[in-house]
């Protein structure tokens, strides 16, 4: 069955750079989540996107933003990158659908950011 | 409000033991309840949830996990642990009746299970 697919799997920024993460959800999944996990860290949620529409927000800072496209691809772009910003970023997907309650998320593999 | 609380950082069972992860969880309403399991340097695998039903739920890989609506618990277990089910594990719940209509689990800080040989 296909799974999320998260690109790049490994990324190395300098400090105040950019940084461009891509999620392909599930086919047919209708929600993606973006979550980030420190070391030694349970994954913290940043940011959702329901048909298109930010539908949640966590603790995603200012300089991150995240947008889902036509295709339910989601990308989180990232500025500004600092240290602290190092981390595993995961993108999730599941299925809301019309009857608005959530069915299991689904998680890519990660993208292992590295800030220099 | 909504929160999860795994007590152990650390959990070590003997090959052919049984295990069990605990889990205890915090919501306003009525609970959805997860649990996952994360291999180093990978994503988090969905294992089995409660939704409604059975307190009994059985999930992937022999594990299921038993919910206790009186002690607000969720705790993971398999009768007989591989060491190949070494690895960190995860509790989560989101409220099955929140009123903002949040679709977004939280997660207990996770559970590092190690099986000897």
């Known amino acids: 069955a296909a799974g999320v697919i998260q690109s790049p799997r490994h990324l190395i920024k300098e400090k105040r750079e950019t940084a461009t993460l891509k999620c392909y959800p599930i086919?047919?999944?209708?929600?993606v989540y973006w979550y980030q996990q420190g070391p030694g860290q349970d994954p913290q949620f940043l940011i959702s996107?329901?048909?298109?529409?930010?539908?949640d927000k966590g603790s995603i800072p200012d300089r991150f933003s995240a947008q889902q496209f036509s295709d339910y691809h989601s990308e989180l772009n990232m500025s500004s990158l600092e240290l602290g910003d190092s981390a595993l970023y995961f993108c999730?997907?599941?299925?809301?659908?019309?009857?608005?309650?959530?069915?299991?998320?689904?998680f890519g593999p990660g993208t292992r950011l590295t800030v220099l | 409000a909504q929160s999860v609380a795994q007590p152990e950082d650390q959990v070590n069972v003997a090959e052919g033991n049984p295990l069990t992860v605990k889990c205890t969880y915090s919501?306003?309403?009525?609970?959805?309840l997860f649990w996952y399991v994360q291999y180093p340097n990978r994503g988090l695998q969905f294992l089995l949830k409660?939704?409604?039903?059975?307190?009994l739920v059985k999930g992937s890989y022999g594990f299921e996990a038993e919910f206790n609506k009186s002690q607000t618990s969720f705790h993971l277990k398999k009768p007989s642990a591989l060491v190949s089910d070494s690895a960190l594990y995860f509790c989560a719940v989101r409220d099955r009746d929140s009123v903002e209509g949040s679709y977004i689990p939280t997660f207990g800080r996770g559970t590092s299970l190690i099986v000897h040989p």
């Open positions: 996107f329901y048909e298109k529409m930010q539908s």
């Open positions: 919501v306003s309403g009525n609970p959805y």
């Open positions: 409660y939704i409604t039903g059975d307190n």
């Open positions: 999730a997907s599941s299925l809301v659908g019309l009857a608005g309650y959530t069915d299991t998320q689904y």
């Open positions: 086919p047919r999944h209708d929600t």
